[in-house]
C-alpha cells in the first residue's frame, strides 16, 4: 500500500518562494505518473504538474515557469520547486502516486501554502 506525505509548505509573500516534498512508501506502478494538485476552497483540485519516472514532466499553464517538479528515485522523493509565487497559489497542495491507474491512485494528505501581497 502506498502512503504520501507532503511537506514544505508554509506562508510567503508575493514572489517568494517554497519547496514541497512527497515522500512515499511503498510501491508505485512503474512509470505510472506522480503529480502535484492544488485544491482551493469551492473549487476541485486541479493538477499542477506531473512526473513519469522515464523524466517525461508536464505544467499546468497556470505554473509553467514558475514551478519545477523533480524526483529523487533513490530517496522515494517528488519535489515540487515553486518560485514567483501569487497570491493566487494560495492553497491546499496535494501529491499523488499511480495516475494512470485511477482507482489505485494515492494520495497525501496535503500541505497548505499562502501566498499573501
Known amino acids: 500500500q502506498v502512503q504520501l506525505a507532503e511537506s514544505g509548505g508554509g506562508s510567503v509573500q508575493d514572489g517568494g518562494s517554497l519547496k514541497l516534498s512527497c515522500a512515499r512508501s511503498?510501491?508505485?506502478?512503474?512509470?505510472?505518473?506522480m503529480g502535484w494538485y492544488r485544491q482551493v476552497p469551492g473549487k476541485e483540485r486541479e493538477v499542477l504538474s506531473t512526473?513519469?519516472?522515464?523524466?517525461?514532466?508536464s505544467y499546468a499553464d497556470s505554473v509553467k515557469g514558475r514551478f519545477t517538479i523533480s524526483q529523487d528515485n533513490d530517496k522515494n522523493t517528488m519535489y515540487l520547486q515553486m518560485s514567483s509565487l501569487k497570491t493566487e497559489d494560495t492553497g491546499m497542495y496535494y501529491c499523488?502516486?499511480?495516475?494512470?491507474?485511477?482507482?489505485?491512485?494515492?494520495w497525501g494528505q496535503g500541505t497548505q501554502v499562502t501566498v499573501s501581497s
Open positions: 499523488a502516486a499511480n495516475l494512470c491507474k485511477p482507482r489505485l491512485r494515492a
Open positions: 511503498g510501491d508505485i506502478f512503474p512509470n505510472c505518473g
Open positions: 512526473i513519469f519516472s522515464d523524466g517525461t514532466t
